[in-house]
């Protein structure tokens, strides 16, 4: 079992920028994926950026170029930078760790709280 803080969000301007950071506690940390996804009402879950347990990367094509990923295995942690914010990147961001790498939200077995992003135009 993984237990995931997630902190960060807020309000930024068009353009602007934010980091997210996810804390990931438990015996399973090492073995998991962690993943970023962002919901919007009456949306499904969108994954938007995922680190394997081995340090590989995936990133939608929606954030592609404008959002980075990245890890710190001393800590356990997480850290989603976004730049260049758009209005559509405002939406609830959730962390998720599972066993597998994977942009499907059903496969992830623990979530953090959500943290929201708006983006003001």
């Known amino acids: 079992q993984v237990h995931l803080a997630v902190s960060g969000g807020g309000v930024v301007p068009l353009g602007g920028s934010l980091n997210l950071s996810c804390k990931a506690s438990?015996?399973?940390?090492?073995?998991?994926?962690i993943s970023w996804f962002r919901q919007t009402p009456g949306k499904n879950r969108e994954c938007v950026a995922v680190i394997s347990a081995a340090g590989s990367i995936h990133y939608s094509e929606a954030v592609k170029g404008r959002f980075a990923l990245s890890k710190d295995d001393a800590t356990s942690t997480v850290y989603l930078q976004m730049n260049n914010l758009r209005p559509e990147d405002t939406a609830v961001y959730y962390c998720?760790?599972?066993?597998?790498?994977?942009?499907?939200?059903?496969?992830?077995?623990?979530w953090s709280q959500g943290t929201q992003v708006t983006v003001s135009s």
């Open positions: 438990g015996s399973a940390v090492s073995r998991s994926a």
């Open positions: 998720g760790a599972g066993p597998s790498f994977t942009i499907i939200p059903t496969q992830y077995t623990s």
